[in-house]
């Protein structure tokens, strides 16, 4: 018995120095919902962009679904048609194809041909990511993780690396810029994309069109930073702190239910039934009573530690 179980274990690791084993799925398409079961049905606990590597730690009994990790540690079951399973060595000649790239528009197509009239791919999302293979009259031609190839306009794009060195951390005008584009976006559970986010996705994509990876619920975002405030005294925040708001409990504890970007003014930004600007202000006409109501504290982000992660960091 002894020697099967060493026989296993050899030949696991050496399958897995080989890259034999397909642990890693690349996300391919726009963007992949993840769920808390694996089912369509299920609660969607999050979504994670095209080209983001996932680990796959397990496969569902007798269904195409796995559970994955991602890069910011977040569990949960994406479907297989989601993603493109490989192993060490293929994912690495992916990615050896070319620059990769990151998408810069909100939404954009993938074409057939280095043309806008051609037939579409596949639709693209903010922050998206690509392997350029080269360029070709205005277009970048690309490659799918499946290895089907089109066409993306030059420029809704930029190479990865560049991007990161520009975004490497963020200012308080590109924490602006970031948040503002969201507004508007409709509230969804679980999103953290321009097609729907919950007020951590929004959040959270705020931080990672500037570089850095928060942790993806609110509760685990408010254990990050330092404190700034918990009493209200609003000239204490700076553009770019994060307000917690929840119920305070008899015993000092607190359960953090929600998350807002503090904008400047007495005023935030959230989603909220959509991402949108409320105010501290009782006289102004955002005023948001109920969120002021169940203000905990707020904390202030300076650099990646424990749970945040720079992206130059991740896969």
């Known amino acids: 018995m002894k020697n099967k179980i060493w026989l296993f274990v050899f030949l696991s690791f050496s399958a897995l120095g080989q890259g034999k084993i397909k642990a890693i799925g690349i996300v391919q398409v726009s963007v992949g919902n993840v769920r808390s079961e694996p089912a369509q049905s299920a609660e969607m606990s999050t979504q994670v962009l095209m080209g983001t590597p996932v680990k796959l730690l397990e496969k569902a009994v007798g269904k195409n679904w796995y559970w994955v990790q991602m890069p910011d540690e977040y569990r949960g079951w994406i479907e297989g048609g989601a993603i493109t399973r490989m192993d060490s060595l293929e994912f690495k000649q992916y990615k050896n194809q070319g620059p990769e790239l990151i998408f810069t528009h909100f939404q954009g197509n993938i074409y057939n041909h280095a043309s806008e009239k051609s037939e579409i791919v596949s639709e693209l999302v903010w922050l998206d990511r690509l392997i350029g293979l080269k360029k070709n009259y205005g277009f ?79 509760s685990q975002q408010a254990k990050e930073g330092i404190l700034i405030d918990s009493t209200r005294n609003w000239a204490n925040l700076a553009v770019g702190d994060l307000l917690f708001f929840g119920e305070k409990r008899s015993d000092g504890s607190y359960k953090v239910v929600h998350v807002g970007l503090w904008e400047g003014n007495q005023a935030y930004l959230h989603a909220s039934e959509r991402t949108r600007r409320a105010s501290m202000d009782p006289n102004a006409k955002e005023f948001d009573a109920y969120n002021l109501n169940r203000y905990l504290f707020t904390k202030r982000i300076q650099a990646p530690v424990n749970q945040v992660k720079s992206l130059a960091k991740t896969p």
């Open 140 to 218: 970048w031609e690309v490659i799918l993780p499946t290895g089907e190839k089109g066409f993306v306009r030059e420029e809704d794009v930029q190479i990865y690396r560049d991007w990161l060195f520009s975004n490497s951390e963020p200012t308080k005008n590109r924490i602006l810029q970031a948040a503002h584009g969201l507004l508007g976006i409709p509230y969804l559970w679980g999103g953290t994309s321009v097609k729907g986010m919950d007020c951590s996705g929004f959040t959270k994509t705020v931080f990672q069109a500037n570089g850095w990876v928060l942790p993806r619920d609110a």
